[in-house]
């Protein structure tokens, strides 16, 4: 007895020790090990549905939405988030609706060393089997222009609680080198987002000729023509004003001293205390625009790219610091959290910055990153950059005889949706415990 009693403590020192070590090392688990410390576990939460007895929070057109609303749609009551920011691009077009297709058949873009872009193919995809991107869109390639489409896209956005669609602008009469003007389509995507409870901000694009001084132009513009619509964004700053939010893409290209013309309140055409002002957003790709941001007077910065590691702004080990700065300097820190990354179907040579999906959990841990460093704003890239590989549109898997498409499988054409779901209500909760 005393031989069996001695061997069952053994036995229970052991399993005891198992356990102790096996907790020590779930707690050492970092972002990068692709595990989530602030939601729980990697499968899929089911989508909360949320109600508030008989009526439904409206959030007019005049007051700031930077929270949560629990709006009335066909799929039951649901809460889209206002701190949830998503790209979104508006380049997309089929022969049905635009007579040609856009994008969709993007060029293959060579490299900048001749001898290098010398091994790789030239030429153009040719839709609708061979499409720019390693994924293939369960709507087709689409047109941005069907009504359809735009109605599928703002039930995707809902369904993934994101409240902002930051949408891709170009001035009248400009476009990227791959698409046409589309700047006449805002307005049926202002609607359209309004029907659905979500709001819109504008991503000002790097446009040839773009200035310090074409860029007040296009705040005016874009105020008097969309400011009163009931989707136009507006953000509650932590001093209270309630102003709209602007995001200025690749804002490095112009000098800081020109920004500040603009954005500081002595500039020499400052929009600052005017009908105009807002909040400024710029990119930082590179550690030293955190200084050139400050000093041009913008309000905040944000990281844009979804290839951690492809750039000092874009990297998650480097946005506990990027916020610490931007703390100390009164400024926004808006990270930007994507679900993987791939764009060698328009850029061949670019294989070294594909960032694979793991099944979703590359997102979770851009997430969990994200959220970590307590932000006012997460941003998503993206819902629907398809050449980049950034997209949480509905994919769908796809065989031609030449390609062999990437996919959401094992999972659902829905997965990222539901993921930013989670994620959106993970960093509703998580903000309530910061605010205690």
Known sequence: MARLRKKACVALFLFTLLIFGTMMGLRTLKPTDGFSDLAPGLDLMPMVERRVGSSHVVVSSGQPSNTKVVLSNSQGDRSIFYDVHIFYYAWYGNPQMDGKYMHWDHALVPHWDPKIAA???????????????S??????????????????????????????????????????????????????ILDAAHRHSIKVAFHIQPYKGRTDHTVH????????????????????????????????????????EAWADLLNPSGSHSLRGSAYDGIFVALIVEERHKHDILAGG????????????????????????IKGFCDGNNLLFVPSAGPGYIDTSVRPWNNHNT????????????????????????????????????????????KTVTRLYLDYQPHQPDLYLELTRKWAEQFSKEKEQWLM
Do not use: C
């Open 119 to 133: 091994s790789y193919p030239k030429g153009r995809h040719t839709p609708p089997e061979d499409i720019g991107s």
């Open 135 to 188: 994924f293939y869109p369960e709507l087709g390639p689409y047109s941005s222009r069907d009504p359809e489409v735009l109605e599928s896209h703002m039930v995707q956005l809902e369904a993934a609680g994101a409240g902002v669609l930051v949408l891709s602008w170009y001035p009248p009469g400009l476009a990227d080198d791959n698409g046409e003007p589309a700047e006449d389509l805002v307005p049926t």
């Open 298 to 321: 913008f309000d905040g910065m944000y990281t844009y790219f979804a290839s951690n590691g492809f750039s000092f702004g874009s990297s998650h080990q480097n946005w506990k610091a």
């Open 355 to 398: 960032r694979n999906r793991v099944n979703g959990r590359y997102y979770e841990t851009a997430l969990q990153a994200a959220l970590s460093v307590r932000p006012e704003i997460v941003t998503i890239t993206s819902f629907n950059e398809w050449h980049e590989g950034t997209q949480i549109e509905r994919a769908v898997p796809k």
């Open 217 to 256: 132009d296009n705040v005016k513009y874009i105020m008097d023509k969309y400011g009163k619509h009931g989707a136009f964004y507006r953000f509650k700053s932590s001093a209270g004003k309630v102003l709209p939010m602007f995001y200025i893409y690749d804002s490095y290209l112009t000098p800081p």
